[in-house]
Structure formats: C-alpha cells, structure tokens
C-alpha cells in the first residue's frame, strides 16, 4: 500500500486517468480529456478507453490497470452501478486518488448511503483517497488542473488569482467560475466536495490555509461535518492572516417556533453559526457573488480596513441611490477632510463637493479631465477608506474609466472598486477594466454586499480569554427534565445569580397567610408543569397591593387558567415581591448540536420574539464580552437611558450574564434551552423573575 495521497495533489497530480476519454464532447470523458489538453496539464494524462488505440495522438488504454505507471488520480462520470468496480479495480491498480462525479449516492437516499461507505471502505483498505462523489471536479488555474467538464471552462486561459474556493455545491462553484472569469477574477483553486464520503471540506480548507498560491479563502457550505475540525482551520485562517469568507445555505431554517423556550426559537442553528464564526474571524456572507467579489478586493488590497466609503459617480441619480443604499447597512460615508474639500471647491459649487461627488455637477471642463483631479484629492483623503465608482453610461466612458482608474492607482494600496453594469455603452470599458485587472462589479447589491462584508472583517476582534469567576464553583448537579419557574431559579440561585424566589401556596387563604412574609405590592403566577408560557393563559397577576387583592386575583386566575388551559395540572401558585422598576433582557442558553453551548441575551419580556432584538456568543463569556453583546442590542438605549430615564446597572447585568454562560457551559448537553425572562436590570442590582430550563434526560 502506498502512502496516501495528500490532499495537494488533488489539485496537483502527476498523472490522470481518464475514464471514458473519448472525441466525444456529448460525453464527460470527452470533455474532460478535451480540457486537460486545452488547459495544458503539465503531467501526464491517460485516456482509458478499451475500444480505442489512440486519441488525439495519443496512446489509449484499456483500463486503469494497464497504464506504464499507476496514475495519481482517476477521473470518472460513469453510471452509478458501475462505480464500485471502478474504484476497486482502480484501487487494487495501486490508483491513488479518485475524483467521482457521478451522483445517486448518499444524495439519493439510504442505499446510494450503503455504497457510497462502500466505496469509502475500498479506497482506505488501499490507501486511495476519493473526491465526492456527486461533485463536480477540481480547477486548478495554479497548477493547470482541471478535473472538471463544466463548460465553463471553454476559455482560452484559466485566470490564476489568489482565491481559493471550495463548494459543496457544484453547479455553484461552476456558475461563480463563469460570473468571475467575466469580472476578471480567477482563482488559485476552486473544489467541490460533493457528497464529502472522504476528503470534506476542512481538508481543503486546511490546504488553501497552506497553500503558497491562495491568500483569500471562499467557502460555500450547507453542513458541516467536522464543527471543531472547521473552526480549528478557521483559527489556521486567521493566524495566517488569511481572510476567509463563507456563505452558508440553510439560513432561514429558522428554529422551530413550537420550541420550548423563545432561546430555542431566537438561537436556531444559523444563529449560533454566525455567533461561532465571528468569534472566529470567518465572514459570514449571504450571497456567493458578492463573496468573491470582496475576495477579489481582499487580495487586491491585502490588509486594508474599511469602514468610510467615498462615491464618485458620473450621475446624480447613482449617488443619491448608492449613498441611501450604504447609509442603510450602517456604512458611514466619508466626511471629506478640510484640504480635500478645498481641492473639490475647485471643480464643483460647494454643494457638490461633499460625499457622494457627481461628476455631472462640476462647473466646467472635461468629464474625464474633472475625474482625474476629483480622484487624485478623493484617493488622497485621510478620512476616506473606499471609493466607490459608480458610473452610468456618459459621453466619453472609456476616457473617463480610464482617468479614474488610473488616479485611483496613483494612491497606491488604497482600496476602490467600480460598479458599471453589463451594457452595450458600457462593455468596452468594463474590458479595459478586466484588461488592467482592477476590481468591479455589475449591480450596486453586489458591491454593497462586498463592502458590508469588508467591513465585517475589518472589525473582527481578536479573541479574547475567558476566565471563570472565582465565585464560581464545580459545575451543579445537572437537573433532569422540564424546570418550571421555581426549580429554574433554584438552578440559577446556587449560580449565584439573583432570583426573586417567592412562596408556592394551594389556595387564596395561603397566599394571604404567606403574604404577611413579604413585601406588597406583590405578583402572582400559576405554578403548573404543562404551563411553559403562563402569560398566555392568565396566569401572571401583578401589582397586587394588598390583601384582599391578592385573594380576589388569585380565585381569578384559578378561573381563567381553568378556563384557558383546562387540561393543565395546577401544582399552586406563586406568590412573590415585585421587582424594582428596570430594563427587561432576556438572557438564555441552548447547546447546539454543531457548536455546543450557546449563550442568548436580548430585549426581554413576554414578546421577544416579535421584537426579535437578540444577540448570541458562544459560551462561555466573559462580562466585557457580554457588555459588547448588549451595546449590539436595540435595548441598549434603554440601559443607558433615554428620555429621562435613568441608567441601569449594566455592570451587575453583564455578571450575571457571564454566570448564566458559565452555568451554559458547565452543564454542557445537559442543558438544552434555559430561558431567563425576564432579568430585570434595575437602578442598582438586577434580579431574575422568570425562568425555565429543559434538561436532558
Ligand atoms: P411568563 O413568561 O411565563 O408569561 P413571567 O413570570 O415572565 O411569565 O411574567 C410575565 C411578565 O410579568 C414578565 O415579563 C415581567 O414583565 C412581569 N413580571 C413577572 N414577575 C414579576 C415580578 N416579580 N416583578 C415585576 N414584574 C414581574
Ligand atoms: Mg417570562
């Protein structure tokens, strides 16, 4: 058995069989065959064919076992009951490597899963590695490798740019090949991983975080296999200043809203992805072409940060759009520093010197001339990250593209990209543009999609240690079940955490008797194991002031949870203080199968998930991190007081906050949903008046 086959050399290999090459372009082996001469693959290529002597002027063999050496790799798209044999003749041929393309495997339900660890079983027993199956292949512009019949392929060179992209879906990673080469951007590699029955996806990840050739990672993902082994490659990523960028499918599988708690319904899987791969430093983007677009950008302009975006355009319609279209994601336009605006006055009324710049409103003078000079003080601007070309068709485009390009490349490092949509005016500047190799784009939505996400990744922070509070014990005894309000703030009460615990009493005579034990004005809820949202049936009495209100509530409630919810078993009733007056947050936990533990905090209250202003972390946390969770919030106002309410104790929130991680984190599986709701941040201390847990078991 020889050794395996690195993952390199799938996008590298010595030599490739190709099953199936024949002339025929009708037929994969055709096509592929036809591509690897087209493209120039440097190694050696064996078309296996047994009813053919030679192909192009090439030698042709009968089967995989019958070539002078070995190959590498293997090739094939054959019909799906014949793979198996393929791979174990190939395999015992002493064939270390093979790229499937053929589909109907796991793809196609459990017995295509039978095979498919079929074919797994055979490729480790001799040490072959397989790509797929249900792929669409390997392009590799860095090493002429093109293990891929894509006709997207049909172009005269492979563009080589610093982009690795690696795509569980293939028609995807076909189709960005395509939209790309037509932006002028290439790739280093580009790998689709199919079904993943061996090779996955981190294994290609680890790779490109290697790889000499690639600088910017692409990721298309609809699961992932290995959660510890993908953030480990993301942390790779990073340590090697690698951006990485990844759009992942399945983003509005939102969690069920039947959940038993609102944590469970507001932290669903995509949520706690984006949570985990910000702490990572993996950008998280919602449309692939935008992706790598800013991939583009990133390796052109490595290590630039942006946050303030200038726009230059030739029409005053684009910049009123481009600017309304920024300032809504949160992207601040540049405001010009003084000596900038000076040298703008010259070309336009003062009115036109600010941010946007329309070229169409200077006071004289060439378009194209006024461009250059509009450039060169843009690109010079301290305050000015980015300049966004947006340029409309206009007399004299080419001129103009080409002054504005070349100003921009005057400013050396300094990001800018264009955005000039796909038209007969405009087609031969965008190919002065593609000629030159300088970043742009067809729509505006794909230029702002890539600034968003430029700026995500300029505002990445470094990770940060989590220390446990020394307040903190071992880990509690993990509780078993559904925990309603009494036995969920037990939990958080032996966390330290504030609660205010109350009396259970059967009936309206107890609860008057008990009463004299606390503080009035007091509040009162239904205590019953089928109740998990007591509101919703009547069972929340608050602000009772006395006595015989507390009695009258209570007969009430009896009444109308009977009426609401008759088949619930009623246990009694809570009788406890009311809370000062605060800020409502929720604050919950729920262990994600991918990324464990997760930690939940947001406006709280009985509509949460109408007002749906949460923010989620891995736990656990520390109180610095959890006071930047709350600043993200909308609630965040409310803390620091607006309209002449006064500030809450955000310090004494954001410890408790870190205890509830902790309590996350140290439970572990055990704790499935916790919900606090609300924690009520007052003036001074906060205190939990409403929780529930699901444990397992
Ligand atoms: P549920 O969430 O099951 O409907 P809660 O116990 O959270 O019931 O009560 C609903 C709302 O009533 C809370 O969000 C909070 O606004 C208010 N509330 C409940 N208990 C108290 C209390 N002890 N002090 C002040 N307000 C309370
Ligand atoms: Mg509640």
Redesign the pocket.
Known sequence: MSTPLPVSEFLNPRSVAVIGASEDQGKFGGRVYRMLLHHRFPGTIYPINPNRQELFGRRTYPDVASTPTPADMMVLAIPQPKVKQAIAEAARAGVRGAVIITARFADAGPEGAQVERQLVEIARAHGMRLLGPNCLGVISPANNVVLCSSPALEVDRLIESPIGLVSQSGALMATLFDASYDLGIGFSHCVSVGNQADLELSDFLEFLVEDARTRVICAYVEGIKDPARFLAAADAARRGGKPLLMVKAGRTEAGSAAAYSHTASLAGSYASLAAVCREHGVVLMDDPEAMILLAACLARFPGRKVDRVAIVTTSGGGAAIAADRLTETGIGLAAFAPETRARLDVHYSTRQAGNPIDLGGRREGQASDVAFDTMMAVGQDPNTDLTLFLITTAPALPVITANLAEAALRGGDKPFLFVMEPAKAANASRDELRRRGLPFCNRLDDAVRAVVGWRQWSRLDSPVAVTRPASLSGPPPAPAGALG?TEAKALLAAYGIPT?R?VVVADAAAAVTAARGLRFP??L?VVSPD??????VG??A??LGDPEALRIALDAMAAEVARRAPAARVAGFAL??????GV?LIVGARYDPQFGPMLLVGS???LVELVGDVAVAAAPVSPPRARQLLESLKAWALLVGVRGRRRADVAAACEVIACVSWLAADLGPSLREL?V??L?VGENGV?V??A?ALCEG
């Open positions: 309000e205010n109350g007091l509040a809820k109740i998990v949202h007591k509101s919703d069972g929340v608050l602000g406890q203080e009311m809370a000062p007056p409502e709280g209250g009985i919900d709701n609300p009520v205190v008046v409403d529930r």
